[in-house]
C-alpha cells in the first residue's frame, strides 16, 4: 500500500468519509472517556492503569509539572479533541492502555492537564520527563501529530496568542495596559 505523500490531500480524520472506528476500539474510547470524568470529578476509575498511576505519581509531579507548563481550563468531559485523542491512544496501544502503568501515566495527564497539554508535551516537549513521555510513546506519534493537523486551533492557540502580541497593531489603537510608557 502507497503512503501518501505531503502534496497529496490528507482525509480528514473527524469527517463522515473517515474510515469507521475498529469495535475495540471505540468500546476502550467510551471506557476512558468515562474513567477521565470520573477521575475528574474525583472519583474511582475502573480503569487499573489509570488509578494505578494515581496511586504512585501521587499529585506532587502533577503539580510540577502544572507550575512548568501553565494551568490550563479542562473541561468535566473530554471534548472532540480530547476524544480524538484517546481514539488514537486506544488504536495505537489496544487494551494495554487499560492494564500498562506507563500508559496509566500518559492518562492521567490527559485527565489532571489536558488532552492538548498532554499532546503538546508529547510532541513538542522540553524538559526530561517530557522526552521520556515521547520515547514512552514513539508508537503514536504520527497519529498524535495528524491530530494537530487536524485541529490546529487547539494545539497552537498559545502560540497564536504570544504570535499576536508581536503583530502589527494600527496607528492610533489603544496602547496595552503591560507595554511601554512614553
Known amino acids: 500500500m502507497a503512503r ?30 468515562d474513567a477521565i470524568s470520573a477521575f ?15 496511586r504512585l505519581i ?19 468531559r473530554p471534548d472532540r479533541v480530547e476524544l480524538a485523542i484517546l481514539t ?3 488504536d495505537t496501544y489496544g487494551s494495554e492502555i487499560t492494564t500498562n502503568s506507563s500508559l496509566g501515566y500518559a492518562l492521567r495527564l490527559v485527565a ?11 510532541l513538542w516537549g522540553e524538559s526530561a520527563s517530557d522526552a521520556q513521555l515521547a520515547v514512552m510513546l514513539t508508537a503514536t506519534r504520527a497519529a498524535l501529530m ?18 499576536a502580541g508581536f503583530r502589527p ?5 489603544s496602547k496595552s495596559k ?4 512614553e
Not at 501521587?58 to 468535566?76: E, F, K, Q, S, Y
Not at 495528524?146 to 504570535?163: G, I, K, M, S, Y
Request: proline fraction near 10%; hydrophobic fraction near 40%.
Open 58 to 76: 501521587g499529585d506532587l509531579g502533577d503539580d510540577v509539572t502544572a507550575r512548568a507548563h501553565g494551568h490550563r481550563n479542562v473541561p468535566r
Open 146 to 163: 495528524q491530530l494537530t493537523l487536524a485541529f490546529p486551533d487547539a494545539f497552537l492557540a498559545e502560540a497564536n496568542d504570544v504570535l
Open 112 to 122: 489532571r492537564h489536558g488532552g492538548v497539554a498532554f499532546v503538546q508535551r508529547v
Open 4 to 33: 501518501p505523500t505531503m502534496s497529496e490531500p490528507q482525509p480528514d480524520p473527524l469527517s463522515d468519509k473517515a474510515a469507521p472506528l475498529n469495535p475495540e476500539t471505540a468500546r476502550l474510547v467510551l471506557r476512558l472517556d
Open 178 to 181: 503591560g507595554g511601554p510608557r
Open 40 to 54: 475528574r470529578a474525583g472519583e474511582a476509575t475502573s480503569i487499573r492503569a489509570l488509578d494505578a498511576a494515581s
Open 169 to 173: 497593531r494600527p496607528p492610533g489603537g
Open 88 to 90: 488514537a491512544l486506544a
